[in-house]
């Protein structure tokens, strides 16, 4: 195995050392004129307006040039038009015209045939007629080369081929991260990174389409300015994708933040469209570091992994913006990569969870029923139940409905994970007309914007209303109400719930509640129901105990 390595180590180095030697032939420019047709003057350089030109290019042909090897001219600009070799034509690209009716756009890039009996050694006078009425006003001339006829064209649809195999991973990551969304629409940072895999993708074939499809050169700019709405498109789902990946609050802001400096970079556009491409696209790179490292000092799952995935990327970016679409495609799949990884991880995470969760969920059932269906509950309430219906059975009889429509509801809603805010709240009122007739005390609960048709966790509600009842002082007064107050607010961040115990004589309930099994018991569904995405809050109040629910 030794040898074979090093033969082939010495097959290779042989290859490399006895190379063919380049060609010495060479075509160099001497002098570069142009006149607009009916001008009686000449001018240096290329056109730099719209309208109808000659060209005078003087060139000198340096060295021999390979026998029987066909050569060919490359003129790159804007414009159609007809090419003379030392008063030879080589044929025209597209109809030159005196106006944009008599004009028919040639190609942007086009290969005229150059005979190699026209390229003797010395001195030649190249003349094009040309005109670019369809380039909207932009004038570009991108050069002139003489080289073998097949060298433009085939040697740009290698490296094409080479990208597109490349720009191919793309497409297929992000139709894998797309399907998985559709199966999965809760986590929006499926659907952006599949978004971004996928323009990614449609940059490189907007990119390279160039190399094989020989477009009108009126085509030319409106495939700039689709590079660029991409870079763009690149440039926001990179920081969306790093917001939503790590809960980053200010997402918002850092939208607009980065809405306003596209349109600063496309109001000083003096540069041609390229560097505002590139700037663009650095600009994502550069806030997607910001909300990793944010991330980092957060102490989040993933967080290092993705700031090591962006971060040299971006530096690379800076640093070599020279190279900048060599460094953007390495440092791109680098950057992939490293976002599959963090992705991974929290689908490794969020399946635990999920797991936990599952087990959870029918503790949490089994503690519903058996928190509710207590045997001194019963007894207590069988006993209040007889008392009345000693003293009054009118009242006795509807204690008893109450406390069966209670045990019928808890059923029901036992055995789901999210139930309506009519039913929650059906509940609610069942529990208090029984506690009612056993405490002797009037228990209202009066509700402020609720929706009933909204979903929150079984006996979230019910379970505060047992905490107030259960830690209220025991002051009774003559006439008075224990009120319970549940207003439900719509906030930027999601929904906000405030629930508060209160007498209605000033009496503050709960001044000492520590977090004990009913508190914890809400924390466990909104857990199972809402991931991490809720917070809660109970605090004491002037007017008595108030707990607030979050969900975003």
């Known amino acids: 195995m030794k040898h074979c390595w090093l033969m082939l180590f010495a097959f290779f180095w042989c290859g490399c050392s006895f190379a063919l030697p380049p060609e010495t032939f060479r075509v160099d420019i001497l002098k570069f004129e142009h006149q607009l047709v009916g001008a009686p003057d000449w001018e240096t350089g290329p056109p730099r307006s719209v309208g109808h030109f000659q060209l005078r290019i003087e060139v000198e042909v340096n060295g021999k040039p390979v026998a029987y090897k066909p050569y060919g001219l490359l003129i790159s600009m804007l414009a159609s038009s007809e090419a003379y070799w030392d008063g030879n034509s080589l044929g025209a690209n597209g109809s030159v015209g005196q106006s944009a009716d008599t004009e028919i756009p040639g190609q942007l890039d086009y290969v ?141 802001l850092v939208v607009i933040a980065q809405l306003g400096l596209f349109v600063l970079l496309l109001t000083f556009n003096t540069y041609g469209l390229d560097p505002t491409t590139n700037f663009g696209m650095i600009l994502g790179f550069v806030l997607a570091s910001g909300i990793c490292l944010w991330a980092v000092l957060t102490r989040q799952k993933g967080a290092r992994l993705a700031f090591f995935g962006v971060l040299p990327v971006t530096i690379a970016l800076i640093v070599g913006y020279k190279n900048y679409d060599m460094v953007l495609y390495a440092g791109f799949s680098y950057l992939v990569l490293t976002s599959m990884g963090s992705l991974a991880i ?178 466990a569904r909104l ?9 809660l809050n109970s605090r004491p109040v002037l007017e008595g105990w108030e707990t607030t629910i979050r969900i975003t």
Request: with cysteine; net charge negative; aromatic share 14%.
């Open 112 to 252: 005229y045939y150059l005979p190699d009996s026209l390229l003797a050694p010395g001195k030649h006078l190249l003349n094009l007629e040309v005109s670019n009425f369809h380039a909207d006003g932009k004038v570009r001339f991108y050069g002139i080369l003489v080289a073998g006829y097949l060298d433009p064209i085939v040697k740009p649809i290698i490296t094409a081929a080479y990208l597109h195999i490349y720009a191919g991973c793309f497409l297929i990551i992000g139709l894998y991260f797309g399907f998985r969304f559709v199966t999965n629409r809760k986590d929006f940072s499926l659907l952006v990174f599949a978004a971004t895999c996928l323009s990614f993708f449609a940059l490189l074939i907007m990119e390279y389409i160039r190399s094989y499809y020989f477009y009108p050169y009126p085509w030319h700019f409106p495939r700039l300015w689709t590079i660029l709405i991409l870079s763009y498109l690149i440039s926001a789902c990179l920081p969306i994708f790093f917001s939503i990946r790590f809960r980053f609050r200010w997402l918002y």
């Open 527 to 535: 857990k199972e129901s809402y991931g991490n995405n809720w917070s």
């Open 346 to 523: 929290k689908e490794r995470n969020d399946r635990q969870e999920r797991e936990e969760a599952l087990l959870l969920s029918s503790r949490l059932r089994l503690e519903l029923l058996q928190k509710s269906i207590q045997p001194h509950f019963l007894m207590n309430s069988i006993a209040s139940a007889i008392d009345w219906i000693e003293e009054h059975p009118p009242k006795g009889v509807e204690l008893l409905l109450s406390l069966s429509e209670e045990f019928d509801l808890l059923l029901e809603v036992s055995e789901r994970q999210l139930i309506p805010m009519e039913q929650e709240l059906a509940l609610c009122r069942a529990h208090l007309k029984v506690m009612g007739f056993r405490k002797l005390q009037q228990y209202e609960l009066i509700t402020e914007n609720c929706d009933p048709a909204d979903h929150i966790p079984p006996a979230i509600i019910l379970t505060l209303i047992e905490n107030g009842i259960s830690h209220h002082s025991g002051v009774v007064l003559e006439g008075s109400n224990v009120i319970f107050r549940l207003r439900q607010e719509s906030t930027d961040f999601g929904k906000l719930f405030r629930f508060l115990a209160v007498d209605e004589q000033g009496v503050p309930t709960a001044e000492n509640i520590v977090k004990g099994t009913g508190l914890r018991y809400v924390e």
